[in-house]
């Protein structure tokens, strides 16, 4: 999720080692079942509190593992104006995520802030740089942190590099022009590179929002694949509202693992339980899940039937994006003002307005 989709208008985009492969011909286990909880480490630094479906206050993370989560999600910005997301709170963070017994995912941006389909960014401290000293900025941000990781004894199981990258990242020098993949190539592949050389086990997972078409699915990997790019695992962002239908979802799931012979994952979802806003800031989703009302039920059916349409194509994981971020004043979404600026995420996080768990959300295997 990014800046450009917060705002409502990711739409239609233009034109090593191979793990073990989910089989497309039959529904699969998801054995990653995660939620990308980026917002949560500032919500409880300013006193947040989450509550179980039963009205007990608890820790999100105990409640979101109750209800069959195993897996966490991290962004990582270069420099953040709001001090968030950065390389040592994502380090502080880990401590917490890996002690619970959670394997961790970092969700590289290579940016100071928001990274999506619509805007990539580069941080301040690489805006003069060159594609060839940008490849050499996203090895040692990569390799650094993942050492860092590695050295206090939080390992990342996965590493994502880039962010919906369905043109490109680093832009204008990683960006694709007239289907030239050449220099995101470069750039991927240092991304790769330093994440194998930090610790070989550790899978690259490389995202797009492409879940939408077949179409701009394989344009996008195909053209990856031919300008030489390897990677582990095929990572796409599912909302109903914008990337069609759940059977069509499915479809893209079972081409991407047979086409490409890598396992597929989500690594982002998410449905709302209501239209209403807590805060002032409009909601970056205000529309229902065709078929699913925008209730405390509707939201639970709505995700369960994403992961069963992840299942039915072969996926092996499903993420939701950010089910803790309600909202807490302090806690918004624009880095540059985290303090004045509101959520536009309160709809569509699991817990509701006053931080009590909707029962009806499971993760499944």
Not at 54 to 79: F, S, T
Request: aromatic share 10%.
């Amino acid at each position: 999720m990014s800046l450009r989709t917060v705002l409502g208008a990711l739409v239609a985009v233009t034109l090593g080692a191979t793990p073990l492969v989910a089989s497309p011909a039959r529904a699969s286990t998801l054995s990653m079942r995660g939620a990308d909880v980026s917002t949560l480490q500032r919500a409880t630094d300013l006193g947040a509190r989450y509550y179980t479906a039963a009205g007990a206050q608890a820790d999100p993370l105990d409640i979101l593992a109750g209800a069959g989560v195993n897996y966490v999600r991290l962004r990582v910005w270069v420099n953040p104006a709001s001090g968030y997301n950065n390389a040592a709170k994502v380090l502080a963070y880990a401590r917490t995520v890996k002690a619970k017994g959670f394997k961790l995912l970092i969700d590289f941006h290579y940016s100071d802030t928001w990274a999506d389909p619509g805007v990539q960014t580069k941080p301040a401290a690489w805006a003069s740089h060159g594609l060839s000293r940008l490849a050499t900025d996203v090895y040692d941000h990569t390799y650094g942190l993942c050492t860092a990781l590695k050295a206090q004894g939080t390992t990342p199981d996965s590493m994502q590099i880039g962010n919906e990258i369905n043109v490109g990242m680093l832009w204008n020098d990683g960006k694709i022009v007239n289907n030239d993949f050449r220099p995101l190539a470069t750039l991927l592949t240092s991304g790769y590179n330093a994440v194998k050389a930090c610790n070989g086990g550790t899978q690259v997972l490389i995202h797009t929002a492409n879940s939408d078409s077949l179409a701009h699915a394989r344009w996008f990997y195909d053209g990856i694949r031919a300008a030489g790019v390897t990677w582990d695992v095929t990572a796409l962002s599912y909302y109903c509202n914008w990337h069609g239908t759940m059977a069509n979802l499915t479809t893209v799931i079972r081409d991407m693992i047979s086409r490409y012979g890598r396992p597929v994952v989500l690594a982002e979802t998410a449905t709302p339980f209501t239209l209403d806003d807590a805060d002032g800031t409009g909601n970056s989703i205000t529309t229902a899940c065709p078929g699913y009302p925008a209730t405390w039920a509707g939201q639970g059916e709505a995700f369960t039937a994403v992961q069963n349409a992840a299942k039915a194509g072969g996926a092996i994981g499903v993420f939701y994006w950010e089910p803790t971020w309600y909202a807490v004043p302090g806690n918004g979404w624009d880095p540059r003002d985290i303090q004045n600026s509101g959520d536009g995420w309160d709809n569509m996080a699991v817990f509701n307005w006053t931080g009590v768990f909707n029962a009806a959300v499971r993760w499944i295997g």
